[in-house]
């Protein structure tokens, strides 16, 4: 997704109506949580079903407009592990009676990630010598090559934890994907 | 954490791939001291019993190697070249430098016992040990591998035909074979080719 397209979200999200009677939005500025996907990926070579989860983090960038990070682990390596990041604007589309956003507009840019941890290995030598090859773990990211687009439900639970359900579509790295997520999300501060 | 920051984080994120480029280096546990360097007639070629005694005996060689003859006759034989086996050149000092290659005079005789339709060919390299390691060869060292055919009498064994590019410093050499088949290997004089 390009940048063009990430600036016109967001202002798309700046302008969005929203019914005249809703209260004044009190969302926390930060939540905490995690989430599991299911993927349907198709490619040029065929296609897959995948299942991930990990962590979130939403910021609040104004009282409409949030900011969630989210990264997912797709399943173990033989060395590690490899997964799917993004950040996605948030905003409101539709609201509850309550005031709090119900449904939410979703889009974002993401892309792909590995994690690799290799022991040291030391290999002997015809002469006596050995050659020692350091462990290392090993972070690797693509560029946010992503795009994500789609709709969000979040239903506060209790004061302090709410439930996201959400669909929508990833496109790119040449494929594309379908994605279904349930989440929870936990804030210090209070919901409203 | 100030959202403006917060904001600069998730634009840094979305911009920039990561991830560290190259691995940590590799080192090396050095192995047995090898031994100490004869005054050899000419400068690294082991020709005389005496110069090749250096090869055959020091902490590093092994397997069923016997030092043969006398003068510039004498060879070093490896008597079973279906068990591992390994000569170890000396320490050397001053480092030979621009090194391009090893002539190594020898023969492989395989047993006369092998059956007809054995192969009669073994697998010999020479390895260089360099100041530093070598990119592109198994476990950093240069190495050179041969196939050996049967011979009778005493030929340069093809690795005077595989070039080093670029030429090498050399802190040690040292032979060894990989091989199944069953005979003798007799090496008759060993020189570095500059």
Redesign the interface.
């Known amino acids: 997704m390009t940048r063009h397209a990430l600036a016109l979200t967001v202002v798309a999200g700046l302008i969005a109506g929203r019914p005249a009677a809703a209260q004044e939005v009190s969302m926390p500025r930060f939540e905490l949580g995690g989430v599991a996907s299911g993927f349907a990926v198709a490619t040029f070579d065929g296609g897959a079903a995948l299942l991930g989860g990990g962590p979130t983090l939403t910021i609040g960038l104004t009282p409409r407009i949030r900011i969630d990070v989210i990264g997912q682990f797709l399943g173990p390596t033989e060395i590690g592990a490899d997964g799917f990041y993004e950040a996605q604007i948030r905003f409101p589309v539709r609201y509850a009676a309550s005031g709090l956003p119900k449904l939410w507009m979703t889009a974002g840019a993401g892309g792909l990630f590995s994690f690799y941890s290799i022991g040291e290995r030391r290999t002997p030598r015809v002469d006596g010598s050995i050659v020692v090859y350091p462990g290392y773990s090993e972070l690797r990211a693509t560029r946010p090559r992503m795009a994500t687009v789609g709709i969000a439900h979040q239903q506060i639970v209790s004061g302090h934890a709410s439930l996201i359900l959400a669909t929508g579509v990833v496109v790119g790295e040449g494929a594309i994907i379908a994605r279904a997520s349930a989440g929870v999300s936990f804030s210090k501060r209070r919901y409203r | 954490m100030s ?1 403006r920051r ?2 600069l984080y ?1 634009v840094l ?8 480029d190259g ?10 001291a090898g031994p100490s360097p004869v005054p050899t007639a000419a400068p690294f070629v082991w020709d005389t019993r005496d110069e090749l005694a250096v090869w055959a005996s020091n ?2 060689t092994s397997g069923a190697i016997v030092l043969d003859g006398e003068g510039s006759d004498a060879v070093l034989r490896v008597e079973r070249t279906d068990q591992k086996w ?1 000569l ?1 050149g000396p320490d050397l000092s001053p480092m030979p430098t621009g090194v391009r290659g090893v002539r190594v005079r020898c023969r492989f005789l395989p047993d006369p016992s092998l059956p007809p339709t054995a192969s009669r060919s073994i697998l010999v390299s020479v ?1 260089f ?1 360099t100041p530093t ?1 070598s990119p592109g060869y198994a ?3 240069t190495s050179i591998w041969v196939n050996l055919q049967a011979t009778t009498e005493f030929t340069d064994a093809p690795f005077a035909s595989r070039q080093l590019t670029p030429p090498i410093d050399v802190r ?1 050499a ?1 032979l ?1 074979g990989t091989s199944s088949n069953r005979g003798m290997l007799e090496i008759d004089r060993i020189e570095f080719v500059r």
């Open positions: 959202t917060l904001l998730a994120l979305l911009t920039a791939g990561c991830g560290r691995l940590p280096p590799s080192f090396v546990i050095p192995g047995p902490n590093v390994v170890r390895t040990d390691t476990n950093g060292q040690y040292y060894h």
